[in-house]
C-alpha cells in the first residue's frame, strides 16, 4: 500500500474515508489498494484495512470487522453528523460489551437523509444536533446521553438483561431514576415496564433480587411498610439494612446467589447480624433460592416474625438508625 496512505489509514484506527484519502493521493491509488484487497469498502465511500476482516464468512463486510472498527467506520460514514446510540453506546459506557456482527446504531438529526444499512442501524430525531448538551464524548467517541441509550437499547435486550443494566447505572451512580424517566418516550415498547421498574429504584430497591421482593413478597395487604436500605451505626461501624421494620426492630436480608455457600461471606455476615444484635435489631436472612422458588412460604415467614415482635418494647439502639439512604 502506498506509504502515504497506510499512514492516513493507521492514524484512523483502520478506517479511511474515500474524500479524506483523496486529499493525499491520486485516485488510482486508492482504487489499486481497493482492488488489491488491502483496502474494503464497508460502507458507502469507507473504507477499512483489509487485514482488520475476521474470517466470518459473511458478504457483510462491516459485519466482519470488530465493534471498535465498526463504530468509527460508521461514525466516519456520518461525517459528523451522528452519535452513537442504543446498545452500540452502552458498549463504550462500559455497561455491556458489543459482540461482534451486532449493528451499529446511529443517532441523527431528522432531515440528514442518512439510511440504515446491512449492520447499520440509524434513528432520525427531531430537536437532536450531534453536540452538547445531546451527545457527550467519551473515548474520543460521541455518544447519546446515558439516559437515551438506557432506553432505547430497553426493548432490543431480553427481560432479565435490561433490568440488570438499569440497575447497574443508578447503583454505580452514572444516572438516576429521575434522569430515566425525563428520557422514557411515549410509544417505547416495554415502557410500562420500564416505568415499573424506575419506580422500583426511587422506592429503593438497589437489585433484581430486592426488585422480585419488592413485587411479589414484601408489600401488599398485612406486609408493614418496610424501609430500605437504612444506615445503622454501632460503634465505629456503619451498616446499611436491606429492609427494615423499625417498630418491630426486624431487618430483613435478602442473599444473592453468589454469596451463598461462601463461608469468608458467611463469616462477614453473622459478625454483622451480632453487632445488630447489639442494639436490638434482629436479622432474619433469605436466600436468592428461596426468594424465588418459595416466595409465599417466605412471605407468611415474614409476618409470623413481625407479630412476633409487633409487641415487643423498642429495645436499646434506635438513636443508632440513620435516614434511609438515597
Known sequence: MDALL?????????????ARALEVVPPWTLRRAYRSGWLCRVLPAVYVDGSLLTSADSRNLLARVTPEVARRAALAYADGRAALSALTALDVYGLRPQPAGEPVYLDV????GMRSKESLLVRHRTAFAAEPPHVVVRRGLPLVRLEEALVRSWPLLSEESRLGLVVRAVNDRMTTGYRLRDALAPKLTGRAALSALIDRLDAGCRSPLEIWGHDRVFTGPEMPVLRRRVRVRVGQRTMYLDLFAEQERVNIELDGAASHGDPRQREIDLRRDALLATVGIMVVRFSHRRLLREPGEVRRETLAILAGR???????GSEHLGQEAA
Open 310 to 316: 409487633h409487641c415487643c418494647p423498642e429495645g436499646p
Open 109 to 112: 438529526p431528522a432531515g440528514t
Open 6 to 18: 497506510r499512514s492516513l489509514v493507521e492514524a484512523g484506527g483502520g478506517v479511511v474515508t474515500r
